[in-house]
């Protein structure tokens, strides 16, 4: 159980500037960066430095992650590596640690399937180190899948099948496949 002094949830707070996704996102970093208490410096340190990256809809925080997602699908690491940077700057690691697993997955696949092993690894990494240590292996891992080959072979099969569940096939096991 970990615990935090009220003027630390007030700070978390407004560091989220009306934006609870925001002071969500700062609160889970310092809750996995931070021992017993969750401790100030600690905070401060993981408290973006740029707050005007993310409008208060939380608009351009997702066309962050979206432009991160396109720019490893395209093979671009140079543009990967630059939204990785803004939407850590602006103070969302774990948002950034999600994408890059999903994108290991979806974009890379069956192409690459030691990335997702790396990926995770280098998100576990990050996520012991938190700011700023944790832009290494979250860049490690983002150029990794940026120059990797790309299938997504796997996510597109998964969504065939479930579109065929959602048009109701399949409503029995063959006998075949039964006990």
């Not at 159980?1 to 002071?23: L, T, V």
């Not at 690491?77 to 700057?89: Q, V």
Request: net charge negative.
């Amino acid at each position: 159980n970990k615990s935090a002094p009220d003027e630390i949830i007030d700070y978390i707070a407004a560091c989220g500037a009306g934006d609870a996704r925001r002071a969500i996102n700062l609160l889970e970093n310092a809750f996995f960066a931070s021992g017993d208490t969750l401790e100030l410096d600690i905070i401060e340190a993981m408290t973006p430095k740029v707050i005007g990256n993310f409008d208060r809809a939380g608009n351009v925080h997702y066309d962050l992650l979206s432009a991160l997602q396109k720019s490893i699908r395209g093979s671009d690491p140079d543009a990967a590596i630059f939204y990785l940077a803004k939407i850590l700057e602006g103070g969302d690691l774990l948002g950034a640690c999600r994408r890059l697993q999903v994108i290991s997955c979806e974009d890379i696949g069956l192409a690459y399937p030691a990335a997702t092993q790396i990926v995770r690894a280098c998100v576990e990494s990050a996520r012991e180190l938190g700011m700023p240590e944790a832009s290494i292996p979250l860049a490690y891992a983002t150029i990794l899948l940026a120059t990797a080959p790309k299938s997504n072979s796997a996510y597109l099969a998964y969504a065939a099948a479930a579109a065929d569940v959602a048009a109701g096939k399949g409503q029995g096991v063959p006998d075949h496949m039964r006990p």
